[in-house]
């Protein structure tokens, strides 16, 4: 079993950075690919960013230029840094892993982003 724990969320004002982190658990033995998700009260989860076991990485276009997604094999971690922040990325944000064994997609608890106008 894979568990996905976040964390580097909190409140910013606009304009402003955070960077978060997730730290994967357990045996990943073959990925596909590890990502971000967002969402807000009362909407679907919306995808952000996502980055393959090669290294191609893939962002919403709401994010494009502004969010860098990057992955630590070795510490089994996945960051997203986030810069020039709106008041419309204010949501949850989750880490996802897809693998192939285990078998699944996994999901963390998410990491709330406020950003203040």
């Known amino acids: 079993q894979v568990q996905l724990v976040e964390s580097g969320g909190g409140l910013v004002q606009y304009g402003g950075s955070l960077r978060l982190s997730c730290v994967a658990s357990g045996h990943i033995f073959s990925l596909l690919s590890m990502g971000w998700s967002r969402q807000v009260p009362g909407k679907q989860r919306d995808f952000v960013a996502s980055?393959?076991?090669?290294?191609?990485?893939n962002y919403a276009d709401s994010v494009k230029g502004r969010f860098t997604i990057s992955r630590d094999s070795f510490k089994n971690a996945l960051y997203l840094e986030m810069n020039s922040l709106k008041p419309e990325d204010t949501a949850v944000y989750y880490c996802?892993?897809?693998?192939?064994?285990?078998?699944?997609?996994?999901w963390g608890q998410g990491t709330q982003v406020t950003v203040s106008s």
């Open positions: 980055i393959t076991s090669d290294g191609i990485t």
């Open positions: 996802n892993v897809l693998s192939l064994a285990p078998q699944g997609s996994f």
